[in-house]
């Protein structure tokens, strides 16, 4: 977009999920029992309750290849310089060194960059790209795989539990799952590609984001869901001297 904003849109539609049961409706005796594990959405049949996670692998390059990953956390802080106020709102910086150490939990209330620390703009701070995964609607945003710790699926799929992961750019890992989802009994994608735990600063980064959505189904999603929507957002964050959007053509 004219702004530098870059942005993925992923959407899930189709038939929804069903199984078949005994229950014709919600009065019945057999109902509490059948809808367990979804909701009745006509006679027979329950959708069952599912999640629905995407990654998206982008082989990152902001301004050249020596990107680091940074995270901007605000908080706030004793005013210890005089004035009616007591408190101040900042920010910590922090510059995140190893693949084990990126791979974390997005918390939306915070900024996570990758940034070239050799580029700067105008005024001196280096140039960066703001990562945000995204999702939510009907559909509730997943904060997590909705998985036992204990569950082979949840050693199996790292990358479903985890929003923001930052590897050392490695043309053999392409898959975030891994080659062999289904058939390995341990992580062969995320999980264990940042076991070497390799160094993310001032290097050709991957970025991996991850998010999805816990689908609850209801009556107006059977038979054709309409499309739950999650997004990816990669936007300039001091990447530009202004706002890149005042050089629109001038009117003729
Ligand atoms: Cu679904």
Redesign the pocket.
């Known amino acids: 977009q004219q702004n530098g904003t870059i942005g993925i849109d992923a959407g ?1 539609t189709g038939i929804e ?1 069903v199984k078949g049961v005994k229950s014709k409706t919600m009065h019945e005796d057999t109902a509490k029992e059948d809808t367990r594990y979804g909701t009745l959405l006509d006679h027979n049949i329950v959708g069952t309750t ?1 999640q ?1 996670i995407y990654n998206f692998r982008l082989d990152m390059d902001v301004d050249g290849e020596q990107n680091s990953l940074v995270e901007v956390n605000p908080v706030v802080l004793p005013n210890d310089r005089g004035g009616p106020r007591t408190s101040t709102m900042q920010t910590e910086t922090k510059v995140v060194g190893t693949e084990q150490q990126a791979a974390q939990k997005f918390d939306p209330s915070t900024v996570r960059l990758l940034t070239n620390f050799s580029k700067e703009n105008k005024v001196g701070n280096p140039v960066s790209y703001q990562l945000i995964p995204y999702a939510g609607g009907t559909h509730p945003v997943a904060k997590g795989a909705n998985f036992g710790k204990d569950e082979w699926l949840y050693h199996r799929l790292s990358f479903m539990d985890k929003q923001l992961w930052v590897t050392q750019y490695n043309p053999e890992e392409k898959y975030p799952e891994g080659k062999y989802p289904n058939r390995s009994d341990k992580d062969s994608g995320l999980g264990q590609f940042t076991q070497d735990n390799h160094s993310i600063e001032n290097t050709d980064d991957v970025v991996w984001l991850t998010t999805g959505t816990t ?1 609850i189904a209801r009556a107006e999603e059977w038979p054709i ?1 309409p499309t739950e929507w999650v997004h990816v957002l990669l936007k300039p964050w001091n990447f530009f001297d202004e706002t890149p959007t005042l050089n629109l053509n001038a009117p003729k």
Do not use: D, E, L, R
Request: hydrophobic share 50%.
């Open positions: 899930a999920a599912h629905h689908h869901m």
